[in-house]
């Protein structure tokens, strides 16, 4: 197989693994809602929720992001299935981004920033390309518009304790 064909295989095998861990944990959040209890998880995801809402309020510090940018940044995280693997604090401790060693976004360490870019053009390459030998791929067909693959870029980079 040519190495093209093998990018695009392993993408569509990791894409497909997205697919299907979202639609399990879809199921699973249905099956606590039929019981009216609150679920652990579901009881850990508000309080997920919480801090990201705090981090969302008052953008970081240099950032030059606005409240805005921020908000359309989280939207797009949790709709472009950031948060599977990387958590909704980006601290990478889902069980698929434990299994897949999804970088821990709120350290702020990109040991794949090879060229030493700032953490907001490199995010934004990351999200572009993907990481090549890793399980990040490219998900800018899930954010094609590059103001928006922006302000996620800004939001990632908002979850970082390191500013």
Aim: contains cysteine; positive net charge; proline residues 5%.
């Amino acid at each position: 197989m040519k190495a093209p064909t093998k990018v695009l295989l392993v993408s569509f095998l990791v894409t497909l693994l997205v697919v299907f861990i979202v639609v399990y944990r879809y199921d699973l959040i249905k099956m606590n809602k039929s019981t009216d209890k609150p679920s652990e998880t579901a009881a850990n995801s508000t309080t997920s929720m919480l801090e990201t809402e705090s981090a969302i309020a008052a953008p970081a510090k240099g950032s030059g992001a606005s409240a805005e940018q921020l908000a359309n940044g989280k939207k797009f995280y949790e709709s472009a299935t950031c948060a599977l693997c990387h958590g909704a604090t980006g601290k990478a401790d889902t069980p698929s981004g434990q299994a897949m060693k999804a970088t821990n976004l709120a350290e702020g360490k990109f040991k794949n920033n090879k060229a030493n870019l700032p953490p907001v053009k490199y995010i934004m390459e990351v999200i572009e390309k993907g990481v090549p030998g890793t399980g990040m791929a490219s998900f800018k067909a899930q954010v094609p518009n590059e103001k928006d693959r922006k302000d996620l870029a800004e939001y990632v980079n908002s979850l970082s304790a390191k500013k």
